[in-house]
């Protein structure tokens, strides 16, 4: 037969009991912290995932900075390049107007003038930063790429500024401005700041061949720049088409990751209220149970 | 053929005497209930010679024998001494599985993770201050910003494997504790000894020592959680104890043979303790696994950060920024808006280094969880095995009282009879022969 004695009849109740309250006090954390995995043990491979998880998340927030700041780095190139081509577009009306031959050397004299202040804020608008640094030096962003006055020479360098848009993907922010300005007359290189300086020679000389070449060779030239930073503006427009596409792809990452994480680490609040629930009752009626048979005995009847 | 006058009154008298002494060891049962260690005991009661009649019938000739009562023979302890060798068995599983558990968990609480402080969480914040200083790479606040998560990160590198070391000592000072010359193994073997001489000497005396070997084996039965043992009972009572895998019997008669080395193999809180930080063991491992992380990270950002390796040390323990802020590698060029080299280092999330942290802190939790269910499950049947010796040797209150009533009821019967008998042999001397009086 097998025996039944008091202290087995205790040892196992408190047994119960604890157990009862272990799984309870477990129910009760998951609720209180919001978490379903409190140490790696709770779940060895949800907790490593939900490490990798993070980690990208933390990722894709930081990729999301790189990415809005590439916007605003070719946002700023956008502006700089449509104030050029404003420029450029006047120059190219007033270089029409001096070839109808009715302007006297005065009107020419001003007009050479107005091209020289076109010039000057075409090299300004080169010269535009974004957060302290110069949007069309190249890498060389601490460098202003054109100085201001007689000197064209490009100070930059031909590098590339780039922005992390993902994991080892990324995209080019910087526009190589210098190849459609140039290196000026010096350089004699048929790019936009030699050209107007070409073309304020000959208005301000008034010669008639100087006169015949600013509607033909330089309105051509002028032409063939305009259609150059034409080019430039579309790949940087089409840059912050791809950084945008970007931002949206990030988004999109970022909820899933996160309701990857979430499913693995937080607490899934209706079930665990349900179980607490059900603990609750267990543990209460083991409590109940203990109180009422522990205390009976032989010695309760025999008189 | 007659019978002796007084037997009658023998008889009652052993029957008086029998009874009280199985009352005694009733008291003594139920005054013991919650000892530990202690097994009911039984008075073991048995007729007594019996008066040989030669020829009770004077026609047949036939002979009888003429019962005379009741003695105790001895006291016996209700035990299963294989119950015993289980439970002895389980308990050092169940011990060394709890001492394994209880360090491991103690390293699982050193990682801190899932969290937003531990190292998984500084090595995100390193990769993403190089992330910033890729948007920004020649600004000083970026520099420093890449310099203070990496001071943070081996920080939290070393400090990490300071706590894993300071665990592995905690565990070797735990078994040099136990094992010292007064400790708790020496202790009981000394115990255990004396108690070898007091047995061997009751037992020549021929007197069961009951308590003495409740507390024999209850000493036996916390020696089983230090290490596994295996009794032999020898026939002059000693119990011969091998301990572990001690090359001598730890106790043999009333000697004791301690210090004695032992390994892993022992089983029990030492042989754990030992496995624990045995070269190979659970937590070298995750040190070693650590220090994998730790040079993993300096070899992978050092290779990119050319001009100047980042990182200095490539172990857990010594890994430490080398560079200040103004040192800070962005582009391989030089060049003040290059980014390069930052955007390659940012490019390391996710790489080996983090796969090699979130597979250790897999590896932890899977080492935790294991223990535990080991525990768990030892616990388990230890509960059976010390139920199934509870039922054998416990003592059962409401048995205890019905063997009270009996035994009271005997007495009370006992005295009845005596009562009979004298007034038998009163009516015999008192009132016989008065015929006509």
């Known amino acids: 037969m097998y025996r039944i004695t008091g202290t087995m009849l205790t040892g196992s109740t408190l047994n119960d009991i604890n157990s009862a309250l272990a799984k309870l006090q477990r129910s009760s954390e998951e609720l209180s912290s919001g978490r379903q995995i409190l140490a790696p043990s709770d779940n060895p491979y949800g907790a490593s995932r939900s490490l990798d998880l993070q980690s990208q998340l933390d990722g894709i927030g930081s990729y999301t900075t790189s990415v809005n700041d590439g916007i605003s780095w070719t946002q700023t190139s956008e502006g700089a390049l449509a104030g050029i081509s404003g420029a450029l577009q006047r120059v190219r009306a007033l270089l029409v107007s001096a070839g109808n031959g009715t302007h006297s050397q005065a009107d020419l004299s001003a007009m050479a003038g107005e091209v020289s202040q076109l010039t000057e804020s075409i090299k300004q608008a080169a010269n535009t930063q974004y957060a302290g640094q110069y949007v069309f030096s190249g890498t060389l962003t601490t460098t202003r790429p054109y100085e201001p006055g007689e000197n064209d020479e490009y100070q930059g360098n031909a590098g590339a500024v780039s922005r992390a848009i993902g994991a080892g993907a990324t995209v080019a922010v910087s526009s190589d401005l210098s190849s459609v300005l140039g290196n000026g007359a010096g350089a004699g290189d048929g790019k936009t700041l030699d050209v107007l300086r070409t073309i304020v020679k000959h208005l301000t000389e008034g010669t008639a061949a100087g006169r015949q070449a600013l509607t033909s060779t330089d309105l051509k030239a002028l032409s063939s720049n305009i259609e150059g930073l034409l080019g430039l503006q579309s790949s940087n427009g089409s840059a912050t088409v791809q950084l945008q596409t970007a931002v949206g792809r990030l988004e999109t990452l970022q909820s899933s990751v996160t309701g990857a994480l979430s499913s693995t680490l937080d607490t899934d609040v209706a079930k665990a209220t349900i179980a607490y629930s059900t603990q609750q009752a267990a543990y209460q009626a083991a409590l109940h149970a203990s109180a009422s048979i522990v205390q009976e005995s032989l010695l309760n009847f025999l008189k | 053929m007659s019978i002796p006058t007084l037997q009658g009154l023998q008889t009652a008298l052993s029957g008086l005497l029998a009874e009280q002494q199985a009352l005694d060891v009733t008291g003594h049962n139920i005054a013991n209930a919650n000892t530990e260690g202690y097994s009911r005991q039984r008075a073991v009661l048995q007729t007594n010679q019996a008066i040989p009649i030669p020829s009770i019938s004077a026609i047949t000739g036939q002979g009888a024998q003429l019962g005379t009562g009741v003695t105790v023979e001895t006291y016996t302890r209700v035990r299963n001494s294989y119950l015993d060798a289980q439970y002895r068995t389980q308990n050092s599983s169940l011990s060394g599985a709890s001492t394994e558990a209880e360090a491991l968990e103690q390293a699982q609480g050193a990682f801190n993770e899932p969290s937003s402080s531990g190292i998984a969480s500084q090595l995100s914040a390193f990769w993403t201050s190089w992330n910033s200083l890729a948007d920004s ?164 950002v050092n290779a990119l950060h050319t001009t100047t390796p980042f990182f200095a040390g490539n172990t857990a323990a010594t890994i430490a920024v080398a560079v200040k802020a103004s040192e800070v590698q962005s582009s391989s060029t030089g060049t003040p808006g290059g980014n390069d080299v930052a955007l390659a280092i940012a490019g390391l999330r996710g790489g080996a280094t983090d796969q090699a942290y979130s597979g250790l802190v897999e590896n932890v939790g899977s080492k935790v969880q294991g223990a535990k269910n080991e525990q768990a499950n030892l616990q388990a049947t230890l509960t059976a095995v010390a139920g199934q010796r509870q039922s054998v040797s416990g003592v059962s209150l409401d048995e205890e009282m019905t063997n009270l009533i009996s035994y009271q009821r005997g007495y009370q019967a006992s005295a009845r009879t005596l009562t009979a008998m004298d007034e038998m042999l009163e009516q015999l001397i008192e009132h016989t022969g008065r015929a006509g009086l």
Do not use: C, H
């Open chain 2, 137 to 300: 790479p020649n600004s000083e606040a970026a520099k420093e910003g890449v310099v203070a998560a990496g001071q943070r990160l081996a920080g939290a590198l070393n400090q990490l494997s300071g706590q894993l070391s300071t665990i592995t000592a905690q565990v070797e000072a735990q078994y040099t504790a136990r094992t010292s010359p007064g400790g708790e193994v020496a202790d009981a073997a000394k115990q255990i000894a004396q108690l070898n001489q007091q047995i061997k000497l009751a037992e020549q005396a021929r007197q069961p020592p009951n308590d003495l070997l409740d507390r024999r084996d209850l000493l036996i039965d916390k020696l089983s959680a230090l290490a596994n043992v295996t009794v032999t009972a020898n026939p002059d009572g000693t119990d011969t104890i091998a301990f572990g895998d001690a090359a001598k019997p730890l106790v043999e008669g009333s000697t004791v043979n301690w210090p004695q080395t032992l390994s892993p193999a022992a089983g029990g809180q030492l042989g754990a303790l030992l496995g624990l930080t045995a070269p190979g063991g659970p937590l070298g491992g995750l040190r070693s696994e650590l220090d994998a992380v730790a040079a993993n990270l300096a070899s992978s």
